[in-house]
């Protein structure tokens, strides 16, 4: 197992600028940085596992060191599957804690070697997430500083595919 090699597994629907941030800082501690999008989720995506991976490897292009791959089933498997020693996630406010602290006490449970690390992300990304961001743009405003500009144009791109199956 290599304790360097880390894990930073998400939906990433979309991928925005606080993950980015949580990648950055995530780098900057890990050499070896997995981003590991979950296909299959039970909620509905907007956007595929393959559309979120290519987001993210765009994104990620400038950091030596990180990759980005998509997995299924359960992410401890996924972990021991590739050697990785550290789960990274992201903490923003209180209310995040209860449900990370349930799956780091699970993931614990069944993979007692797998160490779960909390980043903060930074203050601007404190209360962004990937679900407003879908609604806000849905909505017809811009989310012009919470996604790149890549992922927004992916974003209009795939409401105004939305709005003409209508
Ligand atoms: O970005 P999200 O939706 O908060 O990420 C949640 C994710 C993908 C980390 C979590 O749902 C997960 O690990 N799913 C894989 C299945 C699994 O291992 N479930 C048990 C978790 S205790």
Same mark, same amino acid.
């Given at each position: 197992?290599?304790?360097?090699?880390?894990?930073?597994?998400?939906?990433? !629907?979309?991928?925005? *600028?606080?993950?980015?941030?949580?990648?950055? @800082? /995530?780098?900057?501690?890990?050499? $070896?940085?997995?981003? #590991?999008?979950?296909?299959?989720?039970?909620?509905?995506?907007?956007?595929?596992?393959?559309?979120?991976?290519?987001?993210?490897?765009?994104?990620?292009?400038?950091?030596?060191?990180?990759?980005?791959? !998509?997995?299924?089933? *359960?992410?401890?498997?996924?972990?021991?599957? @590739? /050697?990785?020693?550290?789960?990274? $996630?992201?903490?923003? #406010?209180?209310?995040?804690?209860?449900?990370?602290?349930?799956?780091?006490?699970?993931?614990?449970?069944?993979?007692?070697?797998?160490?779960?690390?909390?980043?903060?992300?930074?203050?601007?990304?404190?209360?962004?997430?990937?679900?407003?961001?879908?609604?806000?743009?849905?909505? /017809?405003?811009?989310?012009?500083?919470?996604?790149?500009? #890549?992922?927004?144009?992916?974003?209009?791109?795939?409401?105004?595919?939305?709005?003409?199956?209508?």
């Amino acid at each position: 197992m290599h304790r360097l090699l880390a894990i930073y597994p998400g939906s990433f !629907d979309p991928p925005t *600028l606080g993950h980015l941030d949580v990648i950055e @800082r /995530g780098h900057r501690i890990f050499p $070896r940085l997995l981003v #590991a999008v979950l296909r299959n989720a039970d909620k509905q995506a907007m956007f595929t596992a393959a559309e979120r991976v290519e987001m993210l490897r765009e994104a990620t292009r400038h950091l030596e060191g990180v990759e980005v791959c !998509d997995f299924q089933g *359960l992410l401890v498997d996924f972990a021991r599957q @590739r /050697g990785a020693g550290v789960l990274v $996630r992201g903490i923003r #406010a209180i209310s995040d804690y209860e449900y990370e602290f349930q799956m780091a006490w699970m993931n614990r449970r069944m993979s007692p070697d797998l160490e779960t690390v909390f980043l903060m992300p930074g203050a601007d990304f404190a209360y962004l997430s990937s679900r407003l961001v879908k609604e806000v743009a849905a909505g /017809g405003r811009s989310v012009a500083g919470m996604v790149s500009p #890549a992922v927004e144009a992916r974003l209009q791109a795939k409401l105004a595919v939305k709005a003409g199956e209508v």
